[in-house]
């Protein structure tokens, strides 16, 4: 067999899940094809599962703002010259980025400077198409990649126009939902009985997260787990809707909460006991969690199109520091048309989003009745989500982008 060596670059939780799924692909397609694959990478836990060897564990040190960003340079730089210096002694076939525009950036224009004959493929480019505030950016993205992997539609079009050489594959996690339980499977894998109510929380997969985020969307699930559960307050529900709902759930968990990094575990947990939550905190059953859940409380990232491919009702929200906020706004005029993966697809609000100053804990509790119990809501929410599906590829999106993969290094 034939070695070749692939080095990738990725950070966050959800690069770590993207990098191990197109590995999982390589592997499988470089067997098949007679070679012999060295997958050495910047990621996390995930990637290192499904064959790489990691130079850095990138998963904890991602941020979303510019203040936000600050406790995270050094750590990232350290890193960064990790990867370079393997890179200039022991140079790959071939180069993936994934996301993570800041570091891949620096590194992909390191390539290109001191390693051009090394083909550089970029998967999932970060979001310019929709936010871009600079050109230069768009500029460098294409400049130092010979391919890339397009996973929605609009982001194709935005970097053919722009000079890229770019094919849209779909989206990966079209392929992973594959593998998902029904609803009736993962409630039996997590004991949830068929008639009880389970509504997932994911408050953060980032560190900054934890401080903006959390405590808004505990303080959303206490006041909605007093309008629930509580006899003397049954809020917007009527009273039989409201008697049958504690009947069934008695002392079983309302929410649920799966954990994106093990270090988050103490300040979740603790912040539930705070809370008065009734809540199960449990590591290793993403999947489970989203597939069984009523409705979902999620901060916005990747996840929001896991659940809309489960078919489950979301409300998305997201905060960061006030002062990025206003320079964000203010300084580099600063706007976006959605934040959530569902509503970017379409180009329209699907999923409700509250940013910023309308992340209130009382606008997160009107929006989940909302969808808990008016059924027209979640009806057309449904049927939009059906509407998204279609616009993110068919099944074999991994095995399209090894594919392409393969072609740029032979």
């Known amino acids: ?47 290192t599962q499904a064959g790489a060897k990691l130079l850095g ?7 979303v703002g510019i203040l936000e960003s600050l406790p995270f340079v050094l750590p990232t730089l350290k890193v960064q010259g990790r990867a370079k210096q393997y890179l200039r002694q022991q140079p790959p076939d071939l180069v993936v980025l994934i996301d993570y525009m ?33 050109k230069r950016n768009t500029r460098i993205i294409v400049e130092i990649t010979d391919r890339m992997l397009a996973i929605f539609p609009e982001e194709a079009r935005y970097f053919v126009e722009k000079g890229g050489s ?55 699930a206490k006041q909605l787990q007093s309008q629930l559960l509580d006899t003397k307050q049954t809020g917007q529900l009527s009273q039989s809707k409201g008697e049958g709902l504690r009947e069934s759930q008695a002392d079983s968990p309302l929410f649920w ?12 947990e603790k912040a539930v006991q705070r809370y008065g939550l009734q809540a199960k905190v449990v590591a290793g059953q993403t999947k489970e969690i989203l597939a069984a859940a009523d409705l979902a409380i999620t901060k916005s990232g990747t996840v929001n199109l896991e659940l809309a491919l489960l078919d489950v ?19 580099l005029k600063f706007s976006i048309p959605f934040m959530s993966p569902p509503n970017l697809v379409v180009m329209r609000s699907i999923v409700p989003e509250l940013l910023q100053e309308q992340a209130t804990p009382e606008n997160i509790v009107q929006e989940s009745l909302e969808l808990l119990f008016n059924q027209e809501r979640r009806q057309q929410t449904l049927k939009d989500y059906q509407e998204m599906r279609q ?20």
Request: hydrophobic share 45%.
């Open 1 to 47: 067999m034939t070695l070749k060596t692939i080095f990738i670059s990725t950070g966050e939780v959800s690069g770590d899940l993207q990098g191990a799924l197109l590995i999982e692909a390589l592997k499988r397609q470089g067997t098949g094809a007679g070679l012999e694959l060295e997958i050495v990478a910047l990621g996390g836990e995930q990637m």
């Open 57 to 63: 564990n990138t998963t904890s040190i991602g941020s």
């Open 102 to 134: 800041g570091p891949n950036l620096s590194i992909g224009s390191f390539l290109k400077r001191e390693l051009p004959q090394v083909p550089v493929v970029y998967y999932i480019a970060p979001q310019e198409w929709v936010w871009s505030i600079s």
């Open 166 to 220: 770019v094919s849209w594959v779909g989206h990966p996690l079209v392929d992973r939902m594959e593998s998902s339980p029904s609803r009736e499977e993962a409630r039996a894998t997590l004991g949830i009985a068929r008639e009880q109510t389970a509504i997932a929380l994911l408050p953060a997969s980032r560190q900054q997260e934890i401080k903006y985020l959390m405590p808004v969307v505990f303080e959303a």
């Open 257 to 268: 909460i799966p954990l994106s990094l093990e270090a988050y575990r103490h300040p979740i």
């Open 313 to 331: 009702p979301q409300v998305v929200f997201y905060r960061v520091n006030p002062l990025t906020y206003w320079l964000a706004r203010t300084l």
């Open 391 to 410: 616009l993110l590829g068919e099944v074999g999106v991994c095995d399209r982008a090894a594919q392409e993969i393969f072609q740029l290094m032979s």
